[in-house]
C-alpha cells in the first residue's frame, strides 16, 4: 500500500480529518489497525509540533504498511543527524523486496550528497541483499 493511493477513499478522509483535529492518539490507533496512511500522517503531525523522537518511534513498528513509511522515516532520522541509520533503514526495505524501495534510497543518498552512488544506483538498480553500487 503506498500514502498516495485513493486519496478520495474513506480511510484518507477519516485520517485527513483527525491530523486536522490534532489528534494524534487517534491516528495512532487508525495506524495500529493498518492504516498506512494514518501512521503517515501521526508521524509528521508528531514532528510539526517538535516531537520529532515520537514520531520516529511511532513510524519503526509500522513500516511493513507502506514503503513511503520508510522514506519519511529515513527523511526524519536525517533530520536528527542520523544519516547512516536512514540509509540502513531503506536498505532493509530495499533488502525486504519492498518495490520502489531502490529508488527511495537512491533520491536520498542524493539530497546527502552522496550522489554518484545514487547515480549508479539509479542506472544498475539494486537487489535485495546486494551491495550499494
Given at each position: 500500500?503506498?500514502?498516495?493511493?485513493?486519496?478520495?477513499?474513506?480511510?484518507?478522509?477519516?485520517?485527513?480529518?483527525?491530523?486536522?483535529?490534532?489528534?494524534?492518539?487517534?491516528?495512532?490507533?487508525?495506524?495500529?489497525?493498518?492504516?498506512?496512511?494514518?501512521?503517515?500522517?501521526?508521524?509528521?503531525?508528531?514532528?510539526?509540533?517538535?516531537?520529532?523522537?515520537?514520531?520516529?518511534?511511532?513510524?519503526?513498528?509500522?513500516?511493513?504498511?507502506?514503503?513511503?513509511?520508510?522514506?519519511?522515516?529515513?527523511?526524519?532520522?536525517?533530520?536528527?543527524g542520523q544519516v547512516d541509520e536512514a540509509?540502513?533503514?531503506?536498505?532493509?526495505?530495499?533488502?525486504?523486496?519492498?518495490?520502489?524501495?531502490?529508488?527511495?534510497?537512491?533520491?536520498?543518498?542524493?539530497?546527502?550528497?552522496?550522489?554518484?552512488?545514487?547515480?549508479?544506483?539509479?542506472?544498475?538498480?539494486?537487489?535485495?541483499?546486494?551491495?550499494?553500487?
Amino acid at each position: 500500500m503506498r500514502l498516495t493511493a485513493d486519496p478520495d477513499g474513506p480511510g484518507h478522509r477519516v485520517a485527513g480529518l483527525l491530523a486536522r483535529r490534532d489528534a494524534a492518539a487517534e491516528l495512532g490507533t487508525r495506524a495500529d489497525a493498518g492504516d498506512a496512511y494514518a501512521a503517515g500522517l501521526q508521524a509528521q503531525l508528531l514532528a510539526g509540533h517538535g516531537d520529532v523522537d515520537a514520531a520516529i518511534a511511532a513510524l519503526r513498528p509500522r513500516l511493513h504498511l507502506a514503503t513511503d513509511l520508510a522514506g519519511l522515516l529515513a527523511d526524519l532520522l536525517a533530520g536528527q543527524g542520523q544519516v547512516d541509520e536512514a540509509v540502513r533503514v531503506l536498505r532493509e526495505a530495499v533488502d525486504a523486496g519492498e518495490s520502489g524501495a531502490p529508488w527511495l534510497l537512491a533520491d536520498f543518498l542524493a539530497r546527502h550528497g552522496r550522489e554518484a552512488t545514487a547515480e549508479r544506483l539509479r542506472a544498475r538498480g539494486l537487489e535485495p541483499g546486494a551491495p550499494l553500487p
